[in-house]
């Protein structure tokens, strides 16, 4: 099993900067791939942003120049400025890692942390 823990969420004004963490921890051999998904109110989960093992980004067209993914190890941050009020959602951390006990591709979600942009 993997477990996330997120954190940094809040509420900023617009043009204002926030920083999401995500740390993962459990039964991990790798970690394959580290992202970012919002899902605003009425919305479905859109992927914002996503970084490979071996350090590869891409990002969603409206959070690019603004947004940045890192990755330190089992953590994997956003940062985030410039924000607008469309850019309100929930923030969830996903993993698509292979598990050490089973040998097999395995996605675990983040608990999901609100980021509220004020106009």
């Known amino acids: 099993q993997v477990q996330l823990v997120e954190s940094g969420g809040g509420l900023v004004q617009a043009g204002g900067s926030l920083r999401l963490s995500c740390a993962a921890t459990g039964s991990i051999a790798r970690i394959i791939t580290m992202a970012w998904y919002r899902q605003a109110p009425g919305k479905q989960r859109d992927l914002v942003a996503v970084i490979t093992g071996g350090g590869v980004t891409n990002y969603v067209d409206s959070v690019k120049g603004r947004f940045s993914i890192s990755r330190d190890n089992a953590k994997v941050y956003l940062q985030m400025n410039s924000l607008k009020p469309e850019d309100t959602a929930v923030y969830y951390c996903?993993?698509?890692?292979?598990?050490?006990?089973?040998?097999?591709?395995?996605?675990?979600w983040g608990q999901g942390t609100l980021v509220t942009v004020s106009s």
């Open positions: 996903k993993v698509q890692a292979l598990s050490l006990t089973t040998q097999r591709l395995l996605d675990a």
